[in-house]
Nanobody, 121 residues
């Protein structure tokens, strides 16, 4: 059973940066695509980015393209989300999630507990 745990959230001023980490345990991460999602108060959860199991393909929501970078290190069972040029509208709880079926199927079965990101203006 894949277990995921996020870390690295916090409070930052607009224009700042944060790096979120997603630590996997229970089973090797290399079989799973990893997605980063976020949910702001009163809004539905949305996908931010997704990276294939091999790391060769990454997709981004239009709202974060050019500012966020997803990456992974399968040897360390870790995935990351580097967030630059943060905006107040990026404020949300961020979750990492894993799927055996690839990013495009959007069927994520394993979720972390979330980490809060707050961007102040």
């Amino acid at each position: 059973q894949l277990q995921l745990a996020e870390s690295g959230g916090g409070s930052v001023q607009s224009g700042g940066s944060l790096r979120l980490s997603c630590a996997a345990s229970g089973i090797g991460l290399d079989r799973y695509a990893i997605g980063w999602f976020r949910q702001a108060p009163g809004k539905e959860r949305e996908v931010v980015s997704c990276i294939s199991s091999s790391g060769l393909r990454a997709d981004y929501a239009d709202s974060v393209k050019g500012r966020f970078t997803i990456s992974r290190d399968n040897a360390k069972n870790m995935a990351y989300l580097q967030m630059n040029s943060l905006k107040p509208e990026d404020t949300a709880i961020y979750y990492c999630a894993g799927t055996f079926w690839g990013c495009q199927r959007n069927q994520f079965d394993h979720w972390g507990q979330g980490t809060q990101v707050t961007v102040t203006s």
